[in-house]
C-alpha cells in the first residue's frame, strides 16, 4: 500500500525556520502534484504550497517571499521551507499527492498523518 509520512514539524520561535518533508513509499508508477495543506484549530484547512512533476508551483499568497516547495523525484519526496515563521503558521501541515498506481488508471489522491508546527510569539 501507498504511504506518505511527513517529519520535521515542532516547536520554534517566531522568526524561526523548520523543513517539512514529506516521503512517499510503497508501489506506485509515478506521482504527479504533491502539496502541503495546513488547518489551524478553529480554521479550514488550506492549501499552502503545490509542485508539479516537472516543477511548477503555486503558493498562498501569505507565505510568498517565505515558504518555499520543492521536491526530489529520485527520493520520491516533497519538502517545504519555512522562514520567518509567525504565530499565525501555527497549525498542523498536512502532505498530499496524486499518486498513480497503474499506467493505465488516473492518479488517486493521497494524505499524510499530519505533523504539528507551533510558531510562539
Known amino acids: 500500500q501507498v504511504q506518505l509520512v511527513e517529519s520535521g514539524g515542532g516547536l520554534v520561535q517566531a522568526g524561526g525556520s523548520l523543513r517539512l518533508s514529506c516521503a512517499a513509499s510503497?508501489?506506485?508508477?509515478?506521482?504527479?502534484?504533491m502539496s502541503w495543506y495546513r488547518q489551524a484549530p478553529g480554521k479550514q484547512r488550506e492549501l499552502v504550497a503545490s509542485?508539479?512533476?516537472?516543477?511548477?508551483?503555486n503558493l498562498l499568497e501569505s507565505v510568498k517571499g517565505r515558504f518555499t516547495i520543492s521536491r526530489s523525484n529520485a527520493k520520491n519526496t516533497a519538502y517545504l521551507q519555512m522562514n520567518s515563521l509567525s504565530p499565525e503558521d501555527t497549525a498542523v501541515y498536512y502532505c498530499?499527492?496524486?499518486?498513480?498506481?497503474?499506467?493505465?488508471?488516473?492518479?488517486?489522491?493521497?494524505w499524510g498523518q499530519g505533523t504539528q508546527v507551533t510558531v510562539s510569539s
Open positions: 509542485i508539479g512533476s516537472g516543477g511548477s508551483v
Open positions: 510503497g508501489r506506485f508508477v509515478s506521482i504527479t502534484v
Open positions: 498530499h499527492a496524486n499518486i498513480k498506481i497503474t499506467p493505465w488508471r488516473s492518479g488517486d489522491a493521497y
